[in-house]
């Protein structure tokens, strides 16, 4: 029998530690890590260094290309962990297109704390409050049955901890 495998989202706005977290859980579950980030189009990268948030129409084309990264690790059997804002629950259902047993962790937390984290994160293209101020308008954030919740005001370690523990009888996290 194959060993099982899973696909995971890490979402939420800017700054929430998407990246951050994402690789560390994909280090402790010994999975691929793909920066959602890294697959938007040279388009959506320079509206976003612009300071113009993106929009539906925009995260279309990057929310399937991600749903394929996910459903090819389905494919291969694959554990994935990917790192998206996933901002809106159609996003989200989007994904899930790919693998229906997709596992979300949502990382909550206050205006002010984004903000400040995003100030002291360096040589990144998202541009300032404008857009983490659109992106909060946007989320629609997950139920307790779509999503783990957990607060970005945790350390990242306690974070994964906390994911893996909610999962552990089906991630099999030893
Ligand atoms: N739980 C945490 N506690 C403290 N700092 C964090 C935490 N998670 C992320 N960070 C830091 O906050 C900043 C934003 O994290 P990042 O992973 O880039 O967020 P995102 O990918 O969601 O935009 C980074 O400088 C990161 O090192
Ligand atoms: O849905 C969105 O609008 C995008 O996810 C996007 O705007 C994202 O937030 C930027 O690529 C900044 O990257 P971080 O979210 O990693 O800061």
Known sequence: M??????IL?????????????????AKLGATFIDGDDHHSPANVAKMASG???NDNDRRDWLATLAELFADHKACN????IACSGLKKRYRDRLREADPALHVLYLEGSHALL???????AGHFFKGDNMLASQL????????DEAVT???ALSPGEIVERFTAALAPTLRVH
Do not use: Y
């Open 137 to 144: 308008a946007d989320l629609e954030p997950p139920s307790s």
């Open 2 to 7: 194959n060993k099982p495998s899973h696909r």
């Open 150 to 152: 957990v607060s970005i």
């Open 10 to 26: 890490v979402m939420g706005v800017s700054g929430s530690g998407k990246s951050h977290i994402g690789q560390q859980l994909a």
């Open 115 to 121: 903000r400040e984290r995003l100030a002291t994160r």
């Open 52 to 54: 113009t948030p993106l």
């Open 78 to 81: 694959a554990s994935v962990v």
